[in-house]
């Protein structure tokens, strides 16, 4: 039952994890938008693509970019420091994102100071947009209209800041990230609204047909891409599911067959004690109250030994849940009401035999 409880205390915690997971804010909106792969294959029908997109009544935005805040995307590491500054002296290490105009406003990320690129402005094509946590490495005051580079002639003039958003695993921190115009046609990514993904799918495919009639759409959903980060999570929390049935399971036949072992051992004694005018209530007290205790000191056993196992695992994790006192709460009682279940069947039977039956044998 030790075990048992361990394994159903950290089944618990690892699908608040994955729950706490799937459900925090990011910084970025995954639900309704579709990744269209491969429109790298379109040439320079690109940009004519994703026009024929947005005319769909479903389309709310769309943008090309390779460089997407999931795993399997393209990434691109520089250095970047302020202008008149060398290198080795301000340095900081951050992700630079090709992306098009679109880009923020079709994942629904958030600038909370300055402005969005804009496609009327001819020098947005030598702006950037950093993310918060760049600001801070840069250690840049009032950081619009400063200028950066990342070496040789390339010098952007900062317009706005993004909110930070996470395009790792939550394993890891936040990073510097910083997004500048240019061309990166492998992904388009199609921001929907409409509660019939299947017409949607549907009308995105005729438009696709009309420019690769020779070639099959592929597609992803942004959300579900997002979810296979932490598969590996997910199947931990089966696996221990699995072995927490099957702790549950052996641990229930040897109570079964000690309270059945524990009956016939006491049936003399049993029989008497009715014979006396014991009710169904006492004997069943009787014979349960001795299993119950074992079972209490075995969540009283676990629960330390569950506490550290779990603590240890989402050290891993620079964002996780809480370990609270509700989880152990809840597979204690879990366990007192299996252990209940296990030996109730003998307890009633053995209050509910003939002790006549057992006295004349004897």
């Given at each position: 039952?030790?075990?048992?409880?361990?394994?159903?205390?950290?089944?618990?915690?690892?699908?608040?994890?994955?729950?706490?997971?799937?459900?925090?804010?990011?910084?970025?909106?995954?639900?309704?938008?579709?990744?269209?792969?491969?429109?790298?294959?379109?040439?320079?029908?690109?940009?004519?693509?994703?026009?024929?997109?947005?005319?769909?009544?479903?389309?709310?935005?769309?943008?090309?970019?390779?460089?997407?805040?999931?795993?399997?995307?393209?990434?691109?590491?520089?250095?970047?420091?302020?202008?008149?500054?060398?290198?080795?002296?301000?340095?900081?290490?951050?992700?630079?994102?090709?992306?098009?105009?679109d880009y923020i406003?079709?994942?629904?990320?958030?600038?909370?100071?300055?402005?969005?690129?804009?496609?009327?402005?001819?020098?947005?094509?030598?702006?950037?947009?950093?993310?918060?946590?760049?600001?801070?490495?840069?250690?840049l005051i009032d950081?619009?209209?400063?200028?950066?580079?990342?070496?040789?002639?390339?010098?952007?003039?900062?317009?706005?800041?993004?909110?930070?958003?996470?395009?790792?695993?939550?394993?890891?921190?936040?990073?510097?990230?910083?997004?500048?115009?240019?061309n990166s046609p492998?992904?388009?990514?199609?921001?929907?609204?409409?509660?019939?993904?299947?017409?949607?799918?549907?009308?995105?495919?005729?438009?696709?047909?009309?420019?690769?009639?020779?070639?099959?759409?592929?597609?992803?959903?942004?959300?579900?891409?997002?979810?296979?980060?932490?598969?590996?999570?997910?199947?931990?929390?089966?696996?221990?599911?699995?072995?927490?049935?099957?702790?549950?399971?052996?641990?229930?036949?040897?109570?079964?067959?000690?309270?059945?072992?524990?009956?016939?051992?006491?049936?003399?004694?049993?029989?008497?004690?009715?014979?006396?005018?014991?009710?169904?209530?006492?004997?069943?007290?009787?014979?349960?109250?001795?299993?119950?205790?074992?079972?209490?000191?075995?969540?009283?056993?676990?629960?330390?030994?569950?506490?550290?196992?779990?603590?240890?695992?989402?050290?891993?994790?620079?964002?996780?849940?809480?370990?609270?006192?509700?989880?152990?709460?809840?597979?204690?009682?879990?366990?007192?009401?299996?252990?209940?279940?296990?030996?109730?069947?003998?307890?009633?039977?053995?209050?509910?035999?003939?002790?006549?039956?057992?006295?004349?044998?004897?």
């Amino acid at each position: 039952f030790t075990t048992s409880i361990v394994l159903i205390i950290a089944t618990f915690i690892i699908y608040r994890q994955v729950n706490f997971i799937l459900n925090k804010k990011v910084g970025f909106e995954k639900e309704q938008v579709i990744l269209i792969q491969g429109t790298n294959t379109l040439r320079n029908q690109v940009q004519p693509f994703k026009d024929e997109l947005l005319k769909l009544s479903q389309v709310t935005n769309a943008s090309i970019s390779d460089y997407l805040p999931i795993n399997g995307t393209k990434r691109n590491q520089n250095g970047f420091w302020k202008e008149g500054k060398s290198n080795e002296e301000e340095s900081v290490s951050t992700q630079k994102w090709v992306v098009d105009f679109d880009y923020i406003k079709t994942l629904g990320m958030k600038i909370v100071e300055g402005r969005n690129f804009d496609v009327t402005i001819a020098s947005d094509s030598q702006a950037i947009v950093l993310n918060q946590k760049m600001v801070k490495e840069m250690n840049l005051i009032d950081p619009i209209g400063k200028r950066v580079t990342n070496g040789g002639n390339r010098i952007w003039t900062v317009i706005g800041i993004v909110e930070n958003f996470h395009f790792d695993n939550l394993k890891s921190e936040i990073r510097p990230l910083c997004l500048t115009i240019g061309n990166s046609p492998k992904i388009v990514s199609v921001k929907v609204n409409s509660a019939d993904m299947p017409a949607t799918l549907q009308a995105i495919g005729d438009v696709w047909k009309k420019f690769a009639p020779h070639q099959p759409i592929r597609f992803s959903f942004l959300n579900e891409s997002y979810a296979r980060m932490y598969d590996d999570v997910q199947r931990m929390g089966r696996i221990f599911t699995t072995f927490a049935v099957l702790a549950i399971i052996v641990a229930c036949l040897g109570l079964f067959a000690l309270s059945a072992f524990m009956v016939e051992q006491r049936s003399k004694e049993i029989s008497i004690r009715l014979v006396l005018g014991a009710s169904l209530n006492s004997i069943f007290n009787l014979l349960t109250l001795n299993f119950l205790k074992l079972v209490l000191i075995s969540i009283a056993i676990a629960g330390p030994i569950a506490w550290y196992m779990m603590k240890s695992w989402l050290e891993d994790f620079t964002y996780r849940t809480d370990i609270s006192w509700d989880v152990f709460a809840l597979s204690g009682l879990l366990a007192v009401v299996i252990a209940l279940m296990t030996i109730s069947y003998q307890s009633i039977r053995a209050a509910l035999m003939n002790p006549v039956k057992s006295l004349k044998a004897e």
